[in-house]
């Protein structure tokens, strides 16, 4: 079973020595390597009013969640949704989606936004979970090295019951 870990703007340099204590350090696909640090990632969340959530899963990274608010907290974009392939085919992304989306709804989103690889995979993802195609576009996200530069961009009504993580 995963144990998660959130970080948003109010966070602390303490939030993230926990999540290192707990998961390591950032997985290489996150970064860069000298912005491969929790404290680079908490300074990037406060920068553009961001969450991110981190799965850990006997003291390794499972899976990683990041979002940010766009439309004045209205509505909310994914940046990226990843899990690690030794934990992949186990709800683990599914997870991650729900939760992701319950922080934002808590904090005042009423819609999000999720640019996803045109891979059989994510858009089976993003549609069991509820997300409608608005298009398919070519993205840019030169900070995660596995970004694809097509994807297939849904959208999703968030619940106004919807409840922090």
Aim: hydrophobic fraction near 50%; include cysteine; aromatic fraction near 6%.
């Amino acid at each position: 079973m995963a144990r998660f870990f959130c970080l948003s703007a109010n966070s602390t340099e303490d939030h993230c020595k926990a999540i290192e204590a707990a998961v390591g350090s950032m997985p290489e696909f996150l970064q860069t390597e000298n912005q491969r640090t929790w404290a680079h990632l908490l300074r990037a969340l406060q920068e553009r009013d961001a969450i991110a959530l981190i799965a850990d899963s006997s003291g390794v990274c499972a899976g990683f969640c990041k979002a940010h608010y766009s439309d004045a907290k209205a509505g909310a974009v994914i940046d990226i949704l990843h899990v690690m392939p030794h934990f992949r085919n186990k709800g683990l992304g599914r997870t991650l989606l729900i939760r992701i989306e319950n922080v934002l709804a808590a904090r005042g989103a009423t819609t999000i936004v999720f640019p996803v690889a045109a891979d059989q995979a994510c858009t089976q993802l993003a549609a069991i979970a509820g997300y409608t195609i608005r298009a398919t576009e070519t993205v840019s996200l030169s900070n995660v090295k596995l970004a694809a530069t097509r994807a297939v961009v849904f959208i999703k009504t968030l619940s106004a019951a919807a409840g922090e993580m």
